[in-house]
């Protein structure tokens, strides 16, 4: 059995524009064999979501959810390319589960690029500090593995699916563009509750 490197999935990723997890499990079931993983994620519709991320998503909806008897409350908005789609119940299902999962997990940002550079520097500064003494190349592991959890947590795109924790939000989207045949985008979400 080959051994599964990050870089090999990051390889993978580049290629495909398909999630780590997908990724990581098709270079597993290929044995480390990139082309072969590459030949599976496209039998399971991933890879050509990648290909559609280039379209334009003009329609959409604009989903709200309300929960805890009116304390918590969110609004999203995920365009898709055609009305169509827009009005399909799986679509309207999974904008209504990305409202759910906001409401539950408070994400503060969208993706990761939304995170300002003096906040990450911050974070940054603050993990580095909790490591000093160790040897250098570990530092920065550990710091970057600290920053990656920071996304994790705060991060809509990259938290964990709260309906299943081995799917972050970003594959979840993937795979409902390889389901749907559209390009789907999260653009916004605004989360509201009580007292906050």
């Known amino acids: 059995m080959a051994e599964i490197t990050a870089e090999l999935v990051n390889n993978l990723r580049k290629k495909t524009n398909a999630g780590m997890m997908d990724c990581k499990k098709a270079l597993t079931e290929a044995q480390g064999n990139i082309e072969e993983a590459e030949t599976i994620l496209r039998k399971k519709g991933i890879a050509k979501a990648a290909g559609k991320a280039d379209r334009e998503a003009k329609e959409g909806i604009i989903s709200s959810y309300i929960h805890m008897a009116g304390r918590v409350g969110v609004l999203i908005e995920v365009n898709c390319e055609t009305d169509f789609v827009a009005k399909n119940?799986?679509?309207?299902?999974?904008?209504?589960?990305?409202t759910l999962h906001i409401a539950a997990a408070n994400p503060s940002y969208l993706q990761r690029e939304d995170v300002p550079e003096s906040?990450?520097?911050?974070?940054r500064e603050i993990a580095a500090d909790q490591v000093k003494g160790k040897p250098a190349n570990v530092v920065d592991k550990i710091v970057e593995g600290k920053i990656n959890k920071y996304f994790a947590d705060n991060c809509l795109l990259e938290?964990?699916?709260?309906?299943?924790?081995?799917?972050?939000?970003r594959d979840l989207v993937k795979s409902k563009i390889a389901e749907l045949g559209?390009?789907?985008?999260?653009?916004?979400?605004?989360?509201?509750?009580?007292?906050?």
Request: hydrophobic share 40%; charged share 35%.
């Open 119 to 123: 906040l990450l520097e911050k974070e």
């Open 159 to 169: 938290q964990p699916f709260i309906k299943d924790d081995k799917v972050v939000i």
């Open 89 to 98: 119940e799986n679509f309207q299902t999974f904008v209504k589960d990305l």
């Open 182 to 196: 559209e390009n789907i985008v999260v653009r916004r979400f605004t989360r509201y509750a009580v007292g906050g």
